[in-house]
């Protein structure tokens, strides 16, 4: 019993020497407070997105009492220290708003909201001149090559990740649900040596990913050989991974605050026209780069001697063991290289959609639709369907009017659309595209 | 600090609310993962399901409250059909992975703002308790003893949620005791055997979908009805995992596991969130070690950590018995 506790202990405090680097940090964004209670964050915006500040925020508990009361920032932005959480509602002093904004109007004023323990909530309202409208999306057929090549590169950036998840099921039958956390830290990581450390991005972004590759290392040595050793049946350890991604999810959140943080060199960068559609030049950067990365990973898989090795013992880890191979060190670097690879994922996807607590876990469920999509424990097989799960994602929000009627997702449905997909999957084909009948079992 | 107040957040917590609902979501839960060993990973969608049932039957169609129970029901005995037909005969994991998809599918839809009309977009459903309320045997008054002395209205709510905590516990009981719960034990155990004694094993684990789903939308209507209100985010994959944590914790496979985890997880996190809470307002911890909204990630944490260290090393929980619960994927 007492070596996997001192190993556990062992993994805590490796996970968390990560992280002492950022609580410096978080202090100085100001958005928590030093009080008992919650936080409450109001942000007040015009049509144009441009803050608007000088205006007087109210916040009423349900009993009517008041919470507090503070003016927008330069930033729009009125924080409430609230005593506890529950339901509160928020009132706009519109007399208050800029001369030069006069006549606009919010959706819902004052404005219901509830406040949960543990997360800033953060409010954003829009002042607008008919708040109820809604706003007109670039529909039809022209749009679709501009999702499609979105779609790709979500997709690439979602294999990367997959690609792990897929070989670590196939050597140890373990269904990782930490995996998500592996983009996290990646993406966390690079954000600390960047911005605090503040290295150039390119040096950040290299000790991002070998410092996933390391807490890979750690994941394996430090939990699941133990665990693996003891003969922990499948099932508990899939729930220890579960246990894992949470403890891990809230230590970044814990150090790094519950914000959305860009990189420090990040720019707003113009896309390049290709015709049907425009890229950023960090995008193609990444997309080329994953693709890289997609290449080497299939060829090392299908020609070097270790590749070989991982997919003999994903085939079958008795017989690999029987023929030689170290079953052991072949598991070892697939978690090290499957975290690596996550982690470079979370670098990317950070670059376009900020880095956050739970940028990994948010995507963890698509990762999964990717995999069983392709064929569970199947390498290919998790880029192929990582790929399509990006494409859909995107292509699917395309409006395209059809004989009176608009086809087409909304915009904030989209992910549904591609777990509605991994069910129907399973219905017709629970192997997956590339798995074979035998592992449904 | 106030050992008063600690103590009686701490007790009220145990019995409150949150722990009748996660016993009621846990006892679900134990007749699905504990005696047939499905992985459901999406007990928050049953939840969901019951919760909004009422809501927007009340609210969208303008049903009473009675019928809006029913509908409750019938809509979470067809998402274990749903959720069941494509994947219980498949190997366990696959099962895990539909089920919390689906839970976070009915998530998004419920709070996307395309339908808020129905669901009331992110905002939740709320004001259609009124017909329940007016049911409160009790007049206006303090019930109870000591530190736990609630309102009438708190009283009420805990009066019904225990009264159906106490129905699911007889009810799970009684099943498990009968030929029909030996049957969901040994598919448990060894589904081939079963399956050549000519049981038709996808029968019986879809049974046992359909019920611990309905006593998951039992949890839904306690919730929604106590706070007369439904928040979509309440019902994320978290509600699962604590769900998850109250049951392992308490004992998989036993009767009243659920409920003693239920009630030691909330008398825990109660006792941790408020003393946290309290450290920081006295300036006891310093607000550079620890701040206000950092209390509520420890919550997470430690049941992050509880959910590991469990499985890890105790994974029959407190009063559960190893022999009932071997845990091994086939």
């Given amino acids: ?441 | 600090m106030d050992i008063d107040s600690i103590l009686r957040n701490g007790l009220q917590a145990a019995v409150g609310i949150d722990a009748i609902v996660f016993a009621l979501a846990a006892i679900g839960l134990n007749v699905h993962f504990g005696y047939t060993g499905l992985l459901n990973f999406g007990q928050a969608a049953f939840v969901l399901v019951g919760a909004y049932g009422i809501g927007i039957g009340v609210l969208y169609f303008g049903l009473p409250l009675g019928v809006s129970l029913i509908l409750g029901l019938v809509a979470s005995v067809i998402l274990a059909l749903l959720l069941g037909i494509p994947t219980l005969r498949l190997r366990a994991d696959y099962l895990a992975i539909v089920t919390i998809a689906a839970a976070e599918i009915l998530r998004l839809v419920a709070r996307a703002n395309s339908f808020r009309d129905v669901s009331g977009g992110s905002d939740g459903l709320s004001g259609f308790a009124g017909s329940y309320n007016a049911l409160n045997p009790f007049p206006v008054g303090d019930y109870g003893f000591g530190y736990l002395t609630f309102d009438e209205r708190a009283f009420f709510n805990i009066v019904v949620g225990w009264s159906l905590v106490a129905l699911s516990v007889l009810a799970v009981f009684l099943w498990m005791r009968s030929p029909w719960g030996r049957v969901l034990k040994a598919i448990r155990e060894d589904e081939d055997a079963v399956r050549s004694l000519g049981k038709n094993v996808f029968s019986y684990k879809m049974q046992a979908l359909v019920i611990g789903g309905v006593i998951g939308c039992l949890a839904g209507f306690v919730y929604s009805l106590s706070r007369s209100s439904v928040q979509p985010d309440n019902y994320g994959t978290a509600f699962t995992f604590f769900a998850y944590t109250v049951l392992l914790l308490g004992g998989a496979a036993r009767v009243f596991g659920p409920v003693v985890g239920a009630m030691i997880f909330w008398l825990v996190i109660s006792l941790t969130d408020t003393l946290l809470r309290q450290g920081v307002t006295n300036d006891i911890i310093p607000s550079y070690i620890l701040d206000g909204p950092q209390v509520g990630q420890v919550r997470f944490m430690l049941v992050g950590l509880a959910l590991m260290l469990l499985m890890i090393f105790r994974p029959q929980g407190i009063f559960g018995d190893k022999r009932e619960l071997m845990l091994d994927a086939r």
């Fill in chain 1, 1 to 441: 019993m007492a070596p996997p506790l001192k190993f556990l202990l062992l993994a805590v405090i490796l996970a968390s020497t990560i992280m002492p680097t950022a609580s410096a940090s978080a202090a100085a964004f100001g958005a928590t407070a030093a009080t008992g209670g919650e936080v409450l964050n109001v942000r007040l915006r015009s049509e144009d997105r441009t803050p608007v500040g000088g205006v007087t925020v109210t916040v009423t508990a349900p009993d009517g009492t008041e919470v507090g009361q503070t003016e927008t920032d330069d930033e729009g932005v009125a924080t409430f220290d609230i005593p506890e959480p529950g339901p509160y509602s928020v009132e706009v002093d519109l007399e208050t708003i800029p001369e030069e904004l006069a006549g606009l109007s919010l959706a819902q004023n004052p404005r219901d909201t509830r406040v949960d323990p543990g997360t800033p909530r953060n409010l954003n309202l829009l002042l607008a001149t008919d708040p109820g409208a809604v706003r007109e999306t670039a529909s039809g057929w022209s749009t679709v090559p501009q999702l499609f090549v979105s779609g790709l590169r979500f997709g690439l950036l979602i294999a990367l990740a997959a690609l792990g998840l897929s070989m670590i099921f196939g050597t140890t039958g373990l269904t990782n649900f930490a995996h998500g956390e592996f983009i996290t830290v990646g993406a966390v990581v690079t954000y600390v040596f960047n911005n605090i450390a503040e290295l150039p991005f390119l040096a950040a972004a290299a000790i991002g990913i070998i410092a996933t590759a390391a807490y890979g290392w750690v994941n394996d040595a430090a939990l699941w050989k133990p665990l693996r050793r003891r003969g922990t049946g499948l099932i508990a350890m899939m729930i220890v991974s579960i246990g894992l991604g949470i403890f891990i999810r809230y230590v970044v959140a814990f150090f790094l605050g519950t914000e959305t943080f860009q990189f420090r060199e990040y720019a707003i960068q113009a896309g390049i026209d290709f015709g049907p559609f425009s890229l950023k030049p960090a995008d193609i950067i990444g997309m080329v780069l994953a693709v890289v990365v997609l290449v080497l990973a299939a060829l090392s898989l299908l020609y070097t001697r270790i590749g070989k090795a991982t997919r003999a013992v994903a085939d079958n880890p008795a017989l690999a063991a029987a023929s030689g191979i170290d079953v052991d060190r072949v598991i070892r670097v697939v978690w090290v290289t499957g975290a690596g690879m996550a982690g470079l994922s979370g670098v990317l996807l950070g670059i376009t959609q900020g880095v956050s607590w739970n940028l990994g876990a948010q995507l963890l469920l698509l990762i999964f639709a990717a995999v069983t999509l392709g064929g569970l424990g199947t390498a290919f097989g998790a880029v192929t369907g990582a790929l399509i799960v990006g494409i859909l994602i995107d292509v699917s929000t395309a409006q395209i009017p059809v004989g009176g009627i608009t086809l087409g997702v909304p915009t904030e449905l989209k992910y549904v659309g591609a777990l509605v997909v991994l069910i129907v999957i399973l219905l017709f084909r629970p192997q997956g595209i590339l798995g074979r009948r035998e592992r449904v079992g």
